[in-house]
């Protein structure tokens, strides 16, 4: 197994196809995509690591005069509010989707040496968690497992 799966990763065409989602998604809802939204949404894919929104303000602040903290949370809470992002709660910073186009629960498997992320979306995982919950007498809202260890490409160089 490679490392989350990123050595065999076309990443131009990772970035593509998540704008080209985010384009027909926004399309079908009645959505305004704008062009600060979809820029986010590509600083975002640039990378499969986790991207604060402090950083992802100071890319935005290179590129475009008068981009202000307002301007990149709203941005991303839009992105989040349609399923295009996830945020990492553990690290207080942001992810893209990899399916965007139905609700769902995400695990997400975030290695300690490198940081990148992998989304998982199992509902076996998804329906557990809701049946041990539910024995419990608690009725989850949201789900989001965050599992931290080392990918195979950090194993290997330790």
């Not at 926004?26 to 990378?47: D, S």
Request: charged share 25%; net charge neutral; proline share 5%.
């Amino acid at each position: 197994m490679s490392t989350l799966g990123f050595e065999r990763h076309n990443h131009a065409r990772c970035i593509r196809s998540a704008v080209d989602a985010a384009d027909a998604l926004c399309a079908t809802r009645g959505l305004r995509f704008t062009p600060l939204r979809r820029r986010v949404l590509e600083l975002i894919w640039q990378c499969h690591r986790p991207v604060g929104a402090y950083d992802l303000l100071d890319q935005l602040k290179s590129e475009r005069d008068g981009a202000a903290p307002p301007t990149a949370y709203r941005a991303l809470d839009f992105l989040m509010e349609n399923g295009l992002i996830h945020r990492i709660e553990s690290l207080n910073a942001f992810v893209g989707c990899t399916h965007p186009d139905a609700p769902h629960q995400s695990q997400f498997l975030i290695c300690t040496s490198c940081h990148r992320v992998a989304e998982l979306s199992d509902p076996a995982i998804e329906r557990q968690i809701d049946t041990k919950a539910s024995g419990a007498g608690f009725q989850p809202e949201r789900q989001t497992l965050e599992v931290t260890g080392t990918c195979d490409a950090c194993a290997v160089t330790r």
